[in-house]
């Protein structure tokens, strides 16, 4: 019963070959994408990004003006 439903699957997997391949192109080429991308980020970039959740000094205050508070 188990090597019917293996072989089964195998036959069908056969025409979705082109999907398949499809796919996994895909995926690996935004894959190698993401790391191009990582490692062409520049160090000084990143040290700035790093630094932005421990920046103590928030340039955008949600304190309310007295004007808005009328």
């Known amino acids: 019963m188990f ?3 293996i072989h089964s699957l195998l036959r069908e997997a056969v025409s979705l070959n082109a999907y398949g391949l499809f796919s996994f192109f895909l995926f690996f080429g935004f ?3 993401v ?3 990582a490692l062409a980020l520049k160090k000084k ?3 700035k990004m ?3 959740p421990l920046d103590g000094g ?3 205050s949600t304190k309310k003006t007295q004007s808005e508070k009328l």
Request: hydrophobic residues 50%.
């Open 58 to 60: 928030e340039k955008n």
């Open 31 to 33: 894959f190698i994408g």
């Open 45 to 47: 970039d990143l040290d």
């Open 50 to 52: 790093g630094a932005l």
């Open 35 to 37: 790391i191009i991308w």
């Open 3 to 5: 090597y019917n439903l």
